[in-house]
Structure formats: structure tokens, C-alpha cells
């Protein structure tokens, strides 16, 4: 199992920018694909993207296309997630999941959780 914590969510206004972090301890990190997923108030979870284990890979929904990009360090055992752009539609609470498959595309794979960060945009 692997455990994973969330930071660098807060409030910005639209058009602004916020990077997250997700530290991952436990298993050995470079051995899952990382991905962010996010939960508007009211709604379901959503699939923001994924990268596979070793970086060279990258999926993103189409609604954050060219405005976030995800990364990771396998050497600090972190992924993160640079949003710019953002929108007031984009706020939610943000999590990161470890993925031990090599589907790094496909939401039902991840496995283990953050608790989340909090990303609000105003207009």
C-alpha cells in the first residue's frame, strides 16, 4: 500500500495559477501510475489525467487539456500538478491516486487515495 498526501491547494482568481503536490510514501513509488482526480460540490468524482510510471506518458481530460500538466519525481516520490488558466469551474477538491497497473488512463485502476486539497477560483 502507499500512502499519499496532498498540498498547495487555496484560492486564486480566474485566469490564475496553483501547483499541487502529492507526496507518496510507503511502496515503492516509481512502481504506480499517479493520477489527480478532483470533486466539485455536488458531483461526482472526476478523472482529471494520469501519468504512468515512468513519466513518458501523460492523460488528460479534455476540459483541462493545455491548461494543466502533470509530473512527477520519482526520486522525491512526488507527482504534481500545475494548473494554470484556471477557471471558475475548476474548483473542488483535488485528489491524488496510485494506480499499481499500467493503465494510467483508466479512472477504475486507482487504487489508494489522498485526502485532498482544496482549490477554490473566483471570477
Known amino acids: 500500500q502507499v500512502q499519499l498526501v496532498e498540498s498547495g491547494g487555496g484560492s486564486v482568481q480566474a485566469g490564475g495559477s496553483l501547483r499541487l503536490s502529492c507526496a507518496a510514501s510507503g511502496r515503492t513509488f516509481s512502481n504506480y501510475a499517479m493520477g489527480w482526480f478532483r470533486q466539485a460540490p455536488g458531483k461526482g468524482r472526476e478523472f482529471v489525467g494520469g501519468i504512468s510510471w515512468r513519466g513518458d506518458r501523460i492523460y488528460y481530460t479534455d476540459s483541462v487539456k493545455g491548461r494543466f500538466t502533470i509530473s512527477r519525481d520519482n526520486a522525491k516520490n512526488t507527482v504534481y500538478l500545475q494548473m494554470n488558466s484556471l477557471k471558475p469551474e475548476d474548483t473542488a477538491v483535488y485528489h491524488c491516486?496510485?494506480?499499481?497497473?499500467?493503465?494510467?488512463?483508466?479512472?477504475?485502476?486507482?487504487?489508494?487515495w489522498g485526502q485532498g486539497t482544496q482549490v477554490t477560483v473566483s471570477s
Open positions: 491516486a496510485a494506480n499499481p497497473s499500467t493503465n494510467y488512463n483508466i479512472p477504475q485502476y486507482y487504487m489508494y
